[in-house]
């Protein structure tokens, strides 16, 4: 069962512009989330969470924001880089639950 | 501090065989994951080990299995290979029993011919 959803597979954005990368989760009792950033050959990288006690959390060009009635959490990037490209994860987790439940990834191209 | 280690990086085995994967957290890290990516699925969670003992499993066959070792390190092992086993492997490292941030390894590329 895919409790953490990301539907974009894809998505193409001209440099500077902003990127906004969906994901949605079937799980209530999901508290945290995270997106994680996967460049080819190398294992995925951190980049920024969310408590569910938060509806918004920035880190420089990067800022997360969830929607709990929505079960709906974004990322969005402002400006975007060439650097950018790279596959993004979403990823949940529950109290407790001691794993976090990822969704499929999206890629992302960033054209300077 | 050095990164999560995994080894082999890159494996071909056929059909039938068995495989051990290696993989050597941070530095201080007790808790060790594993997953396992595939092109459309993501990443689909396998095992979790906290102080050698195995507190979560995801939905694999039971040819899937890992142990971890006192220093931590961890090994999974798959036996009787099949040609869907093929799929990068990840072990991500995390401090503390909550999880709530994993570092993960490069991975080990698996093929299976």
């Known amino acids: 069962d895919q409790q953490v959803k990301q539907n974009s597979p894809s998505l193409s954005v001209q440099e500077g512009r902003i990127s906004i990368l969906n994901c949605d989760y079937t799980n209530s009792m999901f508290d945290y989330f995270l997106w994680y950033k996967k460049y080819p050959a190398e294992g995925p990288t951190f980049l920024i969470s969310?408590?569910?006690?938060?509806d918004k959390n920035e880190d420089g060009r990067f800022t997360v924001f969830l929607n709990k009635s929505a079960k709906h959490l974004s990322l969005h990037i402002v400006p975007s880089q060439p650097g950018d490209s790279a596959v993004y994860f979403c990823?949940?987790?529950?109290?407790?639950?001691?794993?976090?439940?990822f969704g499929a990834g999206t890629i992302l191209r960033v054209k300077s | 501090k050095a990164g999560v280690t995994q080894t082999p990086r890159y494996l071909i085995k056929t059909r039938g065989q068995q495989v051990t994967l290696s993989c050597s957290p941070i530095s201080g890290h007790r808790s060790v994951s594993w997953y396992q990516q595939t092109p459309g699925q993501g990443l689909q969670f396998l095992f979790e080990y906290f102080s050698e003992t195995q507190r979560n499993k995801g939905n694999f066959p039971g040819r899937f299995s890992g142990r971890q070792f006192s220093n931590s390190r961890s090994e999974m092992n798959v036996s009787t290979l099949e040609l869907g086993d093929s799929a990068l492997y990840l072990c991500?490292?995390?401090?503390?029993?909550?999880?709530?941030?994993?570092?993960f390894g490069s991975g080990t590329q698996l093929s299976v011919l």
């Open positions: 990823a949940a987790s529950a109290p407790y639950g001691n794993k976090l439940v």
């Open positions: 969310i408590s569910s006690i938060k």
């Open positions: 991500a490292s995390s401090p503390d029993a909550t999880n709530e941030k994993l570092f």
